[in-house]
């Protein structure tokens, strides 16, 4: 908490202590108190912050920790008029025997509206930073819950264990639970996930290893009645409950087994009806391999269900078999229909802005950065919104740097894998002048590869190498041996050329990489090293970085939480330091040698083989043992005393920006510091 | 005649087929496929980015295949109707192409038709006032739209709009994105129509204007004009009854050429606009490498252009006995 | 050209001085007459006389030199040149300016400070520089005492100085034009010429290349060619190949032009006879034929320039074109392309008027030249 806070620096600490304590917001939040109160059904404010221990995964957990008892059930208006027209079954038909329990985060919010959004196309979603993060996940977890397993939850589950000797975990499912479609969820639609699609080559398409044992091989799922099932783990998996939390491993198989050859023997039939050549085809159609909710016609479980897609626009509307309720008994979600305005891609995001500015939409569109604030800031009242700025903690530098070690090139070679050559550069970035110039300010000299609030940081971290010391940087090259050309201007390679070093970079999604190249070239210029800039499409980028033909890597330290290294991969901390074959900012040819066993690629000094090791060990411990802390701080150690990613400056704070309509929704320090985005948004209401 | 007909035709065909050739390598040009543009953007937002995935969905798009394979199928599958696949928006092309293409051809008649009224009159204008204040005002104001970057004019004049409270951006306004046809909403699209009409429209008005100047200022020395201005024939009759006519005749008879600029000509203004047409599309599928939406709307373009000269090329062969005789 | 004999003209009028200068000029002589009327033609070319000696002296005459960064003077507005302090008329000065970062919209803001002055001389010492990179000089048009700035039109989001960058820029601008039109220029030329003066099956194989070429779109074409540069290319060399691309897409319509009039020439009775003469068919095109469509094809590449000017800039949006450290005017609009500069900085628009004016200019230019060049009239 307190790591969190000292995130915010200068400026923006002063700006948001202001906002906590009589600024704009707590105007606003009087604004608010008032006309709760003028508005008897109008939104009840909660006053207990801050807001933590909010999640029961069922009512009797709820009434066990807070002492209080759970109202009676209540839905939405629009629902009610369903069930009144025979249309849809009575709510306590809809819902779960025990459904889980939010405590909203300031209101119980009131039922109605539409939430207007803009998104773009991708791969079947809808970048909104509003729809992507209202999956039903098993585990619900906290904003900063970390690689701590007692801050999650059960959450499409009502509650499980895990044996005694740590070779199962049994779940016991929620009665009563229905499927958008009214169809019961049972153990079969749970066997069906794990045994007929991760098990199947032809369906699946995420990463086995957390569903495998050490040894490669999968672990398995029994029925022990209707609502529990035991996984057996085929071994031991300690962090199951970290490694499964994102994991929604439960499909329908009233719906899906129509094409699937297991469950109707007419599968290939039926898709081919379809337009699909055969069963693959029609169900990964209608079960997206990255996104479950983009065909109307799949069951889901989520709080809003797609129901149109158009050229221009795509509407959700709310699941009336929505398991979710808040502390006063309402079904979630408030809202009762999203519609999203889907723009292009390519297109210009400066006039989503402005339809932004214009109230046409209720979220900003994901562009916007710490660099429109001014804008931002400047129409925020007669746009009727308010900015949100929150510290990016998964990110930990806005631009870092790791130079091709593996290179092709034998001097270039010898210069990049000398840590002096890395000191150097580190030493020539004026970190203030980027802060000002680009960063409005809000940014501090850092150059670690993870963020403070990792477990095994310490503060020596951040700044290593981080002051702006030309003279220093100078001596350390001179100690190399680099020689100047006769006007003092450039240092020269073997062949008497200067040294030159092709800086390829991207920016489509970040909008001031252009200007942070400009300026870090002219400092790169006091040292004399001639960095010659050069902008390159995405895609392009990452072909050249997976060829090994680059000279450095070049890209924003973001994607590095503890929690997705722990689950996942620690991937700012091992080569390629990032994914990995996409974004493969350095030295993709040691890991890819890793990968096939020596087969491809280039085999890597001992000291990263060392760093791959220790890596591995440290996904195989415990959180919160000592073994956790000591193998991720060497590790975390290695990297910053090698410069390998070296950062410039710390990410700056996320802004986005969201209209006053909209309520409940993750915004100061009580939500601990999550994006908007990145938060259960079923809890957010619409108040005109 | 009718030889030469087939001949062209024939050609036209075959131009097409080519072109559909060419253009599906050039998008496939830039290194790396829709695969890697899909990781990139996960892990540009945060996103986990798992190999396996990207090797499945690489197969499921059928991209581990080679270039002509990829060609050979997408383009027997086009004969049979089937303009594949969008993987951005896993939807048919077909569907995608289909509800744009209608908002594309409004737009641009309308800014067509912008540029036509407003070009001839400055035409004529600055003809009969050659030379004079009058001329120079019009010619100043009509060579402006032509003059300034289209992203950067648009992007200006929304911001004054903005300023003044008006609407900006796309067709509609969101409230009516999905509402039934109704006078509001008709209203609302007549509020948003003007904006991309005058910038695409402004930039083709000096071109106008200045055929028809020239043309113009060829007929007026015409004896005719001189004989019936001699006899007394008063002036804006004696505009209006020949030299017009006559200077119109270059301007319609080209105006076939214009068959792909409805479709693609204003990619850039639709883009800083954000107007539901498939200039944009065509863009965003150009950097995802989007494949088959891409190649669709190519071989949708090159067809119309090589239809559209094609027709042109007819029209004068029929219009115009010179040709025909040689 | 053979001397022409005005018998039928009675010389002793004076109302036919005129006349008979007329009919005596040579045809340069005839157009430069024709050129003088038309008024916009001559601005045109006085404005574009002005920006190219700006383009070609730009060290000397932008205040700073190419990229020098004040990095406390980020986003300022322009300066204006003060001619009075307290009522009393002095030399020319600026007010220094006090920063301040708004603590709400953290935007930075500048306001004069009138107790600061700093004089304004007229070639007066600044940042020293190479003219053409050879020269050593450090004397500029404009320049002011340290450590006032002098922002004509404000300075940018990294703190330089926007005049000197659209004055820098100009050298690509203006020139990109001018390349790129040359070299569709030649393409078009030789093979519109081969494909006009032939005819034939050397006549089908061009146009029908050139047809193919004109019905591939334009933007896939850029976005391929853009991702084929190799990646080592620098400034100078990926500026070069945008120009061919610019001109890629240029030279199909001017081949098409030069067949269609060589086409029409061929058929005339002196190149005829020429022909019969023997005379050569490279002698012919060159001194019977060029001559005849010089006029046309002038107009017809002073009218492509500002397409390439603003193709550049079109490039650059689209994010294909040059890009940064280069400075070009596509890439100053690139810049100010965003709400931020529109709403907050006008002044970063700015460069959009030397655009504008450079492409008017070329247009009337062209014009002018067209009707001048026009015998019939």
């Known amino acids: 908490m307190t790591r969190t806070r000292l995130i915010l620096l200068g400026l923006l600490a002063a700006m948001m202590a202001l906002a906590a304590c009589g600024g704009p917001a707590a105007e606003e939040d009087a604004d608010m108190a008032e006309t709760a109160e003028e508005m008897m059904d109008g939104p009840m404010a909660l006053d207990q912050e801050p807001w933590v221990d909010y999640q029961f995964s069922t009512p009797a957990e709820y009434e066990a920790e807070t002492g209080n008892t759970l109202p009676g059930l209540q839905e939405s208006p629009m629902l009610a008029a369903r069930v009144a027209s025979g249309d849809l079954p009575e709510l306590a038909n809809r819902m779960p025997a025990n459904p889980f329990v939010i405590r909203p985060p300031r209101y119980i919010g009131t039922y109605g509206g539409e939430l207007r959004l803009v998104g773009f196309p991708e791969a079947g979603s809808y970048f909104t930073g509003f729809t992507e993060s209202m999956q039903a996940n098993l585990f619900a977890g906290d904003p900063t819950a970390g690689p701590d397993p007692n801050k999650y939850h059960p959450n499409l589950i009502e509650g499980y264990s895990i044996d005694d000797d740590g070779s199962g975990i049994t779940m016991s499912l929620r009665q009563g639970m229905k499927w958008s479609d009214g169809d019961p969820v049972d153990a079969d639609d749970w066997i069906f996930w794990f045994d007929s699609i991760l098990q199947d080559e032809r369906l699946f398409f995420g990463s086995a290893n957390n569903y495998q044992n050490q040894a490669g091989e999968w672990m398995s799922i029994e029925k022990v009645d209707d609502y529990t099932i035991r996984y057996d783990f085929n071994g031991t998996f300690d962090k199951v409950v970290v490694a499964w939390s994102t994991a929604r491993p439960v499909a329908p198989v009233h719906y899906l087994g129509q094409f699937h050859p297991d469950y109707d023997e007419n599968a290939d039939a039926n898709a081919q009806e379809l337009g699909f050549d055969d069963w693959v085809g029609g169900f990964t159609d209608k079960n997206m391999r990255k996104n479950y909710s983009a065909r109307p016609e799949r069951p889901q479980l989520n709080p809003f269900i797609l129901k149109d897609v158009e050229a221009t626009f795509v509407t959700w509307e709310r699941n009336p078999y929505y398991w979710r309720v808040d502390t006063a008994g309402n079904q979630l979600p408030y809202i009762d229909s999203i519609l999203v305005n889907v723009v292009q891609q390519g297109g210009d995001p400066e006039v989503l802005k402005l339809k932004f500015m214009s109230q046409e939409f209720d979220y900003g569109p994901s562009q916007i950065q710490i660099t429109d604030l001014p804008v931002l800031r400047n129409n925020e009242e007669s746009g009727n919104y308010r900015v949100i700025i929150t510290d990016n903690l998964s990110t930990s530098s806005a631009l870092g740097v790791a130079f091709n070690y593996s290179t092709q090139d034998e001097f270039k070679s010898k210069l990049y894998n000398d840590v002096r050559f890395r000191q150097a550069h580190a030493l020539a970035v004026d970190r203030n002048d980027l802060s000002e110039t680009i960063f409005l300010g809000t940014t501090r000299p850092f150059t670690a590869p993870v963020s403070e609030i990792w477990t095994g940081y310490e503060d020596w971290m951040g700044t290593y190498f981080a002051e702006h010391d030309v003279e220093r940087a100078n001596a350390l090259l001179d100690e190399m041996g680099l020689e100047w050309d006769a006007n003092g201007e450039w240092r020269l390679d073997p062949n008497g050329d200067p040294i030159t070093i092709l800086g390829e970079y991207a920016t489509e999604w970040l909008g001031y990489h252009d200007e942070m190249m400009e300026l870090l070239v002219d400092d790169f210029k006091q040292i004399g090293i001639r960095w010659q800039p050069k902008f390159v499409p995405e895609d392009t980028l990452m072909s050249r970085y997976v060829a090994n033909e680059h000279d450095v890597g070049i890209w924003n330290t973001d994607g590095g939480s503890e929690l997705i290294a722990y689950r996942n991969y620690p991937m700012r901390l091992i080569p390629p330091w990032h994914w990995q074959s996409c974004c493969a900012m350095s030295s993709y040819v040691w890991r890819q040698w890793l990968d096939t066993d020596g087969a491809e690629g280039i085999e890597p000094p001992e000291q990263i083989k060392y760093m791959y090791d220790l890596a591995f060990e440290w996904l195989a411990t415990n959180p919160g043992t000592e073994e956790y802390e000591s193998k991720i701080n060497e590790l975390i150690t290695i990297n910053v005393e090698n410069l390998y990613l070296w950062g410039t400056v710390s990410a700056p704070p996320s802004v986005s920006a969201v209209s006053n309509r909209v309520q409940n929704i993750a915004e100061d320090e009580a939500f601990g510091g999550a994006a908007p985005g990145a938060y259960p948004n079923d809890v957010a209401f619409i108040h005109e | 005649m009718w030889a030469y007909l087939t001949r062209r035709f024939l050609y036209m065909v075959l131009l097409i087929l080519v072109t559909s050739m060419v253009s599906f390598v050039i998008i496939q040009l830039p290194a790396g496929d829709y695969i890697t543009t899909l990781a990139v953007r996960y892990a540009a937002t945060g996103q986990v980015v798992e190999q396996e995935v990207l090797d499945a969905l690489r197969i499921q798009f059928g991209l581990d295949q080679p270039v002509y394979i990829q060609y050979f199928k997408w383009f027997t599958n086009v004969l049979q109707g089937d303009l594949g696949w969008s993987f951005q928006q896993v939807r048919p092309v077909s569907e995608l192409v289909a509800e744009r293409i209608g908002v594309t051809a409004l737009i641009s008649v309308c800014s067509l038709t912008f540029a036509y009224v407003v070009g001839i009159l400055i035409g004529v204008v600055s003809a009969v006032f050659q030379y004079s204040v009058l001329d120079y005002v019009f010619t100043i104001v009509g060579f402006l739209g032509l003059a300034s970057p289209n992203f950067l004019l648009a992007l200006i004049l929304m911001v004054i709009i903005f300023n003044a409270g008006g609407a900006v951006g796309g067709l509609y306004s969101t409230e009516y994105l999905n509402a039934p046809w109704s006078w509001a909403k008709f209203l609302d699209l007549l509020k948003h129509i003007p904006l991309p009409m005058i910038i695409v429209g402004t930039a083709g008005t000096a071109g106008v204007a200045r055929v028809m100047r020239a043309t113009l200022l060829d007929e007026l020395q015409k004896q005719y004009v001189v004989t019936a201005r001699s006899k007394g024939v008063a002036e804006i009759r004696l505009l209006f009854k020949y030299p017009i006519r006559v200077a119109l005749n270059p301007i319609t008879s080209t105006i076939g050429w214009e068959l792909p600029a409805i479709v693609s000509g204003t990619v850039i203004t639709d883009m800083v606009l954000q107007l539901p047409t498939v200039g944009p599309m065509l863009f965003s599928a150009l950097v995802a490498e989007d494949m088959f939406i891409a190649s669709s709307l190519l071989l949708f373009l090159t067809s119309l252009t090589v239809i559209g000269t094609f027709v042109s090329d007819m029209l004068l062969f029929s219009l115009d006995p010179r040709i025909r005789v040689n | ?377």
Request: with cysteine.
């Open chain 3, 1 to 377: 050209m053979s001397a022409f004999e005005p018998t039928v003209i009675d010389t002793v009028s004076a109302a036919s001085r005129e006349q008979e200068s007329y009919y005596l000029a040579s045809q340069w002589q005839l157009i430069r007459q024709r050129f003088r009327r038309h008024r916009l033609a001559m601005v045109g070319m006085a404005i574009l006389a002005i920006l190219y000696t700006f383009a070609i002296l730009a060290e000397f005459i932008a205040p700073y030199n190419m990229g020098t960064r004040f990095p406390e003077a980020i986003y300022h507005p322009p300066t204006r040149i003060q001619f009075a302090h307290e009522g009393r008329l002095q030399r020319p000065f600026v007010y220094g300016s006090v920063k301040e970062r708004d603590s709400y919209t953290l935007e930075l803001k500048f306001t004069p400070d009138p107790d600061a002055r700093y004089p304004i001389h007229l070639f007066g010492k600044g940042e020293p520089y190479r003219l053409w990179n050879l020269i050593p000089l450090e004397r500029h048009l404009l320049a002011v005492e340290e450590p006032g700035h002098l922002f004509l039109i404000g300075s940018d989001d990294i703190g330089r100085d926007l005049m000197s960058q659209v004055i820098f820029g100009s050298r690509i601008s203006l020139t990109i034009g001018l390349v790129g039109v040359t070299v569709s220029f030649l393409i078009g030329v030789v093979l519109g010429g081969i494909s006009g003066y032939f005819g034939g099956i050397v006549d089908v194989i061009i146009q029908r290349v050139i047809e193919f070429l004109i019905s591939i779109p334009t933007i896939p074409l850029w976005f391929a060619l853009s991702a084929a540069l190799p990646p080592d290319w620098g400034v100078i060399k990926t500026y070069f190949a945008i120009v061919c691309l610019l001109s890629l897409v240029g030279w199909g319509g001017l081949a098409r032009v030069v067949r269609g009039k060589l086409l029409e020439l061929r058929e005339l009775d002196y190149v005829t006879a020429a022909r019969i003469m023997g005379v050569s068919v490279p002698t012919n095109i060159r001194v019977h034929m060029l001559p005849n469509f010089m006029s046309y094809l002038i107009v017809a590449l002073t009218l492509a320039v500002p397409g390439m000017i603003l193709g550049e800039t079109a490039l650059s949006f689209l994010g294909l074109g040059i890009r940064a450290p280069a400075v070009s005017w596509g890439v100053l609009l690139e810049r100010s392309g965003n709400l931020n500069a529109i709403q907050l900085y006008p002044w970063m628009v700015s460069p959009v008027l030397f655009v504008v004016v450079t492409v008017l200019a070329f247009n009337f230019l062209g014009d002018g030249l067209r009707d001048a060049a026009d015998p019939y009239k």
